[in-house]
């Protein structure tokens, strides 16, 4: 069983940082992909970024390139999310999940098998 633990959100102003953490359980979580999706309410679940098991290809959603940074750590088991230039319409949920599912897609949620409980992120205008 693989537990995905986030960490790091909490308020902040327009324009301020954050910098989220997924620590996961498991001894194979450098195989893995990760992502970090986010859930606004009233919205469905959307893709923010992700990252290969070797940290060597990082791919982003529209909505947050050149402002968020995803990295990981293969021994804490940790992924982070370098959250900048933050937003009001940043605010959501933010989920880091596994890829487990095989395949070369990043973007759906479809292709993730194991989620954390989330963390809140709110930016004030």
């Known amino acids: 069983q693989v537990q995905l633990v986030e960490s790091g959100g909490g308020l902040v102003q327009a324009g301020g940082s954050l910098r989220l953490s997924c620590a996961a359980s498991g001894r194979t979580f450098s195989t893995y992909a990760m992502g970090w999706f986010r859930q606004a309410p009233g919205k469905e679940r959307e893709f923010v970024a992700a990252?290969?098991?070797?940290?060597?290809?990082?791919i982003y959603g529209d909505s947050v390139k050149g402002r968020f940074t995803v990295s990981r750590d293969n021994v804490k088991r940790t992924v982070y999310l370098q959250m900048n230039s933050l937003k009001p319409e940043d605010t959501a949920v933010y989920y880091c999940?596994?890829?487990?599912?095989?395949?070369?897609?990043?973007?759906?949620?479809?292709?993730?098998?194991?989620w954390g409980q989330g963390t809140q992120v709110t930016v004030s205008s």
């Open positions: 990252i290969s098991g070797s940290g060597g290809t990082t």
């Open positions: 999940a596994r890829r487990g599912i095989p395949t070369t897609q990043y973007m759906n949620v479809r292709y993730y098998d194991y």
